[in-house]
């Protein structure tokens, strides 16, 4: 149950990488269409069709972290009841709790744009706090191999 904690923990904050990957590439891809001459504009946006390949990862950017991403944080707490890692419950419930976060951030920023800036910031501390979830696992490891050194030197 540990590892599976621990590998999803991981995942989320893999995840968040990729979602900066995402949103790079797609303004990336907007940034050359304009300069082509394209024009990026509600029609378009609406219009829903694939006017240069890098639009996609607008809307991946937005299934990716208004679903998968809150899906993985939410599995890995309730795994993490099960997984007996101290503060294992703690540090899942603080990455769901910055993943709700994120998505909200993510949905203010298309009324109020300084929200952006704030989801950038959220980004970091949800992929810092996963990767320390993740961690946890690695020193309760620790601490069960020396009780178990400790049981064999004193049973010897």
Known sequence: MRKVYKVLAY???AE?????????WAIAGLT????????????VMEDRQIIFPEILGIPLHGLNGGLIIPGIALITLVLSFF???????KWAGIVVMLAVVQGQLGYLGHDLPAAGA??????IVL????LHAGRRVRAVAGVDRRAEGEAVRSAA
């Open 83 to 89: 997984a007996k890692i101290p503060g294992g419950v």
């Open 16 to 24: 968040v990488v990729v979602q900066a990957m995402l949103m790079v």
């Open 32 to 43: 050359k269409w304009v300069n082509n001459g394209g024009v990026f504009d509600k029609a």
């Open 127 to 130: 992929f810092l706090a996963a």
């Open 118 to 123: 704030l989801h950038g910031l959220n980004a």
């Open 11 to 13: 995942v989320v904050a």
